[in-house]
């Protein structure tokens, strides 16, 4: 084989093995329903995280730091609250996804799968024994607060059915209150796998009620805030 051809065949094959970077998409969230929404212009502000606020009403911001798995939160360069050392954390920013006007920190973590306390008495329990990963450890979203004189769990959910890769929190739909932007995997897929689901979830009193979801394959999620004032999702 002339050499210039068996280059030719090494080009082509490394090309074929190169994958484009996908392109992003944007969403909005209209009337209950996500629907796409154009580029935006450039110049679109991006919709950063919340990552100080005063969470204890004391007129002094707390700052959330987080890395390596851990979330602290400090108040006057002192640590006042740690995440337990069982938590992997994945993502943090402060929010107010609960809709009580106090910003609580928001939590997306994995621990060692727990079964529903009840189960043990039912005739038919384990109805989340699936909502875990091989290695045991389930997805949770977890509402750190300030209450009683003391950072607590303000709410915690049980084992998601499907695990988050990443979340967001923003009034979508200019309602006054805030919504969860999630992308979902699945247990049985790795963590570092993309997502195969982009939803959006609102606050029902006692914890989160889908609204509406959209299926795809999505690596990142961030928001931007488009000329007219509405947080577009975009993805990638």
């Not at 030719?8 to 929404?37: K, N």
């Not at 580029?39 to 919340?50: E, I, K, N």
């Not at 609102?202 to 009620?209: A, H």
């Not at 889908?210 to 509405?230: K, P, Y």
Request: proline share 7%; hydrophobic share 45%.
């Amino acid at each position: 084989m002339k050499l210039s051809r068996l280059l030719g065949l090494v080009v082509i094959g490394a090309l074929m093995q190169v994958s484009p970077a996908p392109l992003p998409r944007y969403f909005r969230l209209d009337s209950g329903r996500l629907r796409e929404a154009s580029v935006p212009a450039a110049g679109a502000d991006p919709f950063l995280p919340v990552l100080a606020a005063d969470l204890n009403a004391d007129r002094q911001p707390e700052e959330l730091h987080f890395g390596a798995g851990k979330v602290s939160i400090f108040s006057g360069g002192t640590i006042v609250w740690q995440s337990p050392v069982e938590w992997t954390v994945t993502a943090a920013a402060i929010t107010d996804l609960d809709h009580d006007t106090m910003p609580e920190v928001t939590l997306l973590l994995w621990r060692p799968f727990r079964p529903w306390p009840v189960d043990r008495w039912l005739p038919h329990g384990g109805r989340i024994a699936g909502f875990q990963d091989a290695g045991g450890n389930s997805c949770h979203f977890i509402l750190i607060g300030w209450r009683g004189g003391a950072y607590r769990e303000r709410w915690a959910g049980s084992a998601l059915a499907q695990p988050v890769t990443a979340f967001a929190a923003a009034d979508l739909d200019a309602d006054g209150d805030q919504e969860l932007i999630t992308l979902e995997s699945t247990y049985t897929a790795p963590r570092s796998a993309p997502a195969r689901r982009l939803k959006i979830w609102e606050w029902n009193g006692f914890g989160f009620t889908v609204v509406t979801a959209v299926e795809g394959v999505f690596h990142a999620l961030t928001l931007v805030r488009a000329g007219d004032g509405h947080i577009l999702i975009r993805v990638l």
